[in-house]
């Protein structure tokens, strides 16, 4: 960037900011941000507290950007995981690990999964920071329906298992994966009520229930809203 000493300097001043990145995609997809990022001022992360998490961010990391509301959206889906001191966890598209990190106080053991490298690494780093090693809370770099599939045939069997997928739901093969290691509850999360009900209808059909759903407003004055929906296995 031409200038770029004078940007920041003007930036910082005018702002107050503490980080200053620069990132440029050059491709024509629908990914916002190119695949490097420089940071040109500070220490090119963010730190933020949520659902009692501490968490350092870098912009390639999702995160929910209504605090107050997500923490919310959290305690509900942690309300419905109605977890014992003794359970197994799974967290599918975890991201940075902050549902699950937010539920470990109330079981044993915790395996979280996402796709994102950099929010894989943020998780770790997280559980590091806590005091966690890896037999008490493990992250993937792995797709969640690969990962899941690949569990379910090691024959694992998650007490309780936590999915917050992107908007176009899980896929049939996630949900497959899921009902074969018969978890005792199921918690979706999802920002998009319509594909969060296909999938709930496909998981009513193959031996869960719903029970109960809760709506969360985390954009306000939009058509946009989250969604939990606890789910057990049928008798």
Not at 166 to 189: F, H, I, N, W
Request: aromatic letters at 6%.
């Amino acid at each position: 960037l031409p200038n770029e000493a004078e940007i920041c300097a003007t930036l910082q001043k005018e702002f107050a900011l503490t980080t200053i990145l620069v990132n440029r995609n050059s491709e024509r997809t629908n990914v916002i941000l190119g695949r490097k990022t420089r940071t040109v001022l500070g220490p090119g992360v963010i730190e933020d507290t949520l659902a009692g998490v501490p968490l350092r961010m870098g912009v390639h990391e999702f995160y929910q950007v209504n605090t107050p509301a997500a923490e919310t959206l959290y305690a509900k889906a942690r309300e419905y995981a109605g977890l014992k001191e003794t359970d197994f966890l799974l967290d599918l598209y975890c991201g940075m690990g902050t549902i699950g990190l937010s539920m470990l106080p109330d079981c044993r053991r915790l395996v979280g999964v996402e796709v994102v490298p950099q929010a894989v690494d943020g998780a770790k780093q997280t559980a590091a920071r806590l005091g966690l090693d890896a037999d008490r809370a493990d992250f993937r770099c792995q797709d969640a329906g690969a990962a899941a599939a690949q569990l379910a045939a090691e024959g694992a069997r998650p007490d309780v298992i936590v999915v917050d997928p992107p908007r176009k739901g899980c896929d049939e093969a996630t949900l497959s994966a899921v009902v074969r290691m018969a978890p005792r509850r199921v918690v979706y999360v999802s920002c998009n009520p319509s594909t969060a009900a296909r999938d709930a209808a496909w998981l009513e059909q193959n031996g869960y229930h719903a029970e109960k759903v809760q709506p969360v407003d985390l954009f306000p004055r939009t058509k946009h809203c989250e969604c939990v929906i606890a789910m057990s296995k049928s008798k």
